[in-house]
C-alpha cells in the first residue's frame, strides 16, 4: 500500500471516529445532564438536555427521510441537498474572490516591505468587524451599482461577504510562504540575473505550496461561513443558511429538523474544505506535505 492510501485511510479513521465520539458524548450528556441546564450564582453554566434543546441523534438522522411539511412530495434530505448545493455554488464565487485577492495582497507585500508594514494591520483589523453587521451594508452599497447596465444581483452580495472571510487566511499564509524560500536558492537566483518575476514563480511560489494548502483550506472554510452567515443575515433564499433559520421557527415543535440544515452546513464546510484537498494531492505531489507549524 503507497504512503498516501495509508495516509488517506488514516485521516478518514480518524474524521469517522471523532465523529463517533462526539454523538457518544451528546448521548451521554443527555442521559446524565439536567434537563432544565445547571446554574451557578444563578448564571446558566450547563445546557439543557431536554428533547427540545437537545434531540436524540437517531432522531435528527431519521428526519432527513420524512416530508419537510405534512402532506408535502419532497423529503427533508432533498431540500437540504439543494439548500447545500446552491450555497456551495456562492461559497465556490466567494473563495475564488477571496482567494485572488489574498494572493494578489500576498504578492505585493512581498514584493515591497513598505506596503507589507502599511497594510498587514489594517488587514488584521478588518478580521474584527462583525459580519452580521457587514452583510445589510454590502447589500445596500450593491443594490447601488449599476455600471454598463449591469445589476448587482443578491447572490453576490453572500459571495463578497464569503470572500471577506477567505482572503486574509490565504493573504498570510502566502505571504509567509513567499518568505520561506532559502536565502542559498534566493542567493542563487540572483547570481543567474533572475529577474523578481522570475524568481516569483520558480523558487518563491513553490516554496510557498507547503504554507499555501492549510492556508487555502481555512479560506474555503471561511468562505461557507461567510455565505450562511450572509443568507441569514439579508435573507437570500435558496441557500442553506435560509433553511437553518426557517427551520428554527419550528424548533418548538419539531426540534429534530432544525439539525437536519445545520448537518447540511456542517457538510458543506466539509466539502469545500475536500475541494482544497484535492488540489493538496495534486500539488504537493512530489513535495514536502504542508507544514503545521
Known amino acids: 500500500m503507497s504512503p498516501l492510501a495509508r495516509r488517506s485511510i488514516y485521516r478518514t479513521s480518524m474524521f469517522v471516529l471523532s465523529v463517533v465520539l ?16 445547571g446554574k451557578i450564582f444563578g448564571a446558566a453554566v450547563l445546557p439543557r438536555s431536554n428533547d427540545t434543546a437537545m434531540p436524540h441523534i437517531w432522531s ?44 494578489c495582497l ?36 450593491g443594490g447601488k451599482v449599476n455600471i454598463l447596465g449591469f445589476t448587482w444581483p443578491k447572490w453576490l452580495s453572500a459571495a463578497v461577504l464569503g470572500a471577506f472571510l477567505a482572503f486574509f487566511p490565504i493573504a498570510v499564509g502566502t505571504l509567509r510562504g513567499l518568505a520561506s ?3 542559498a536558492s ?9 529577474s523578481w518575476k522570475q524568481t516569483l514563480f ?14 487555502f483550506k481555512l ?25 437553518i433559520i426557517e427551520y428554527a421557527r ?14 447540511g452546513a456542517a457538510a458543506l464546510g466539509l466539502a469545500m474544505a475536500g475541494f482544497v484537498a484535492i488540489s493538496d494531492v495534486l500539488l504537493m505531489r512530489n513535495r514536502p506535505k504542508e507544514t503545521t507549524t
Open 22 to 37: 462526539v454523538g457518544v458524548l451528546w448521548e451521554l450528556y443527555k442521559l446524565i445532564g439536567p434537563e432544565d441546564g
Open 60 to 103: 435528527m438522522l431519521s428526519r432527513y427521510g420524512r416530508p419537510e411539511v405534512r402532506g408535502s412530495d419532497r423529503q427533508i434530505w432533498s431540500v437540504v441537498l439543494a439548500g447545500a448545493w446552491y450555497s456551495f455554488r456562492l461559497s465556490v464565487a466567494g473563495f475564488a474572490i477571496g482567494a485572488t485577492i489574498g494572493v
Open 106 to 141: 500576498s504578492v505585493l507585500m512581498a514584493r515591497f516591505k513598505m506596503v507589507e508594514r502599511g497594510l498587514l494591520p489594517y488587514l488584521v483589523v478588518s478580521q474584527t468587524v462583525p459580519l452580521i453587521a457587514l452583510a445589510p451594508l454590502i447589500v445596500s452599497w
Open 181 to 183: 524560500a532559502p536565502s
Open 186 to 194: 534566493l542567493e542563487l537566483m540572483s547570481s543567474y540575473a533572475a
Open 202 to 215: 520558480k523558487l518563491r511560489f513553490p516554496a510557498a505550496i507547503p504554507f499555501m494548502v492549510p492556508a
Open 219 to 243: 479560506g474555503a472554510s471561511g468562505a461557507v461561513v461567510g455565505v450562511v452567515v450572509a443568507e441569514i443575515s439579508t435573507g437570500l433564499k435558496g441557500g442553506i443558511g435560509r433553511l
Open 250 to 263: 419550528e424548533a418548538t415543535g419539531d426540534p429534530a429538523k432544525v439539525f437536519t440544515a445545520v448537518f
